[in-house]
C-alpha cells in the first residue's frame, strides 16, 4: 500500500486538534476521552436529544457506540448522524452487541440505513450487521476476521461506508479495496473498551481526510503500533491501559513510518 502515509494522518490530527462527539456507553467514555487526548483530538460526549444535533454541527467527526442503549439514545444518535450527514462531517459506527437482542438489531439497520462513513466492529458484530451470523456471545466475538472478510465486503459495498474489522488481524475494506493490518498485543482484549476507544481514532483520522479507506487503515495501524510498544512493558492488564495511553502520545515519524511495511498488506477484491 505505498500511498498509505499513517505519519500524514496523524499529523493532521495533531495540528487540527479535531473535536470528536462520541455518543458512546457508559462504560467506554472514560478510556476514549484519555485515548482522543493522548492522540491530539479533543474528545465530547453528548447525549441528550435535545443537544445532540446541535452538537454535531460544531464537530470535525461524530461516533456512534450502541453499548449501552437506550431509546432516548438511539433517538439522539439518529438525530447527529442526520446532522452529520447535512454538513458533510464523517461519522462511524460502531455496532457493539448488534445481534444480541431484537432492539440492538433494530438499532443497527436504523442507524445503518442513515450512511455511515465507516464501520468498526469485531467480526461477529460485523456479521450479524451484514445479516450473516448470529452476533457472537453478547459484546465478545465468536467468529474470525477472516471468517467475516466476505461480509465485510458485501455490507461495505451495499452501505458506501468503509468497514473496519478488528481481532487479532484487523481488516478494512471499502468494496474495492482491502487491507488487512497486524500488530497489537494479546493484552488488548483485556482492557475493557479498548475496541470503544478506537472507534474515536478512526474518527479523528477521519476528521480532513481525503480517502476514507486510507484514514481508516492508517488509524489501526496507529492503534497496533502503539499496542505493540505498551506491551513491552506492561506487566498485566491495569499496567498495559496506562502504557497504552503513553503509547499512543508518543506516536511519531520513527515508530509509525519504520514497521509499517511489515504490518499492512493490501489486496484488491473482485468486482461485484
Not at 179 to 187: E, F, M, Q, S
Not at 240 to 252: G, I, K, N, W
Request: aromatic share 4%; net charge negative.
Amino acid at each position: 500500500m505505498q500511498s498509505l502515509d499513517p505519519v500524514s494522518h496523524l499529523e493532521r490530527v495533531r495540528a487540527t486538534t479535531p473535536l470528536v462527539h462520541n455518543i458512546t456507553n457508559h462504560v467506554a467514555m472514560p478510556f476514549m476521552a484519555n485515548a482522543l487526548l493522548a492522540l491530539g483530538a479533543s474528545p465530547a460526549m453528548i447525549h441528550a436529544r435535545e443537544e445532540a444535533a446541535e452538537f454535531t454541527d460544531l464537530a470535525a467527526a461524530l461516533t456512534l457506540n450502541i453499548g449501552t442503549l437506550s431509546p432516548h439514545w438511539l433517538a439522539a444518535m439518529d438525530d447527529a448522524a442526520r446532522a452529520a450527514n447535512a454538513t458533510g462531517t464523517p461519522w462511524v459506527l460502531d455496532p457493539v452487541a448488534v445481534g444480541a437482542t431484537g432492539f440492538r438489531r433494530e438499532a443497527g439497520a436504523r442507524l445503518l440505513a442513515l450512511g455511515p462513513t465507516a464501520i468498526r466492529g469485531n467480526a461477529s458484530e460485523i456479521l450479524a450487521l451484514a445479516r450473516q451470523g448470529g452476533g457472537g456471545r453478547g459484546v465478545d466475538s465468536t467468529d474470525t476476521a477472516d471468517s467475516a472478510e466476505r461480509a465485510a465486503v458485501a455490507l461495505a459495498r451495499d452501505s458506501g461506508a468503509v468497514v473496519a474489522v478488528t481481532g487479532e488481524v484487523d481488516l478494512v475494506t471499502d468494496g474495492r479495496r482491502l487491507a488487512k493490518v497486524t500488530g497489537g498485543h494479546p493484552l488488548m482484549p483485556r482492557v475493557t473498551t479498548l475496541g470503544c476507544a478506537l472507534t474515536g481514532v478512526v474518527g479523528a483520522f477521519l476528521s480532513g481526510a481525503e480517502d476514507a479507506f486510507e484514514a481508516t487503515v492508517a488509524a489501526l495501524a496507529a492503534y497496533a503500533v502503539a499496542g505493540e510498544t505498551a506491551g513491552r512493558t506492561a506487566a498485566g492488564p491495569g499496567s498495559f491501559a496506562v502504557a497504552f495511553l503513553d503509547a499512543l502520545y508518543a506516536l511519531d515519524t520513527a515508530t509509525l513510518s519504520r514497521p509499517l511495511a511489515d504490518r499492512v498488506s493490501l489486496e484488491l477484491t473482485d468486482a461485484p
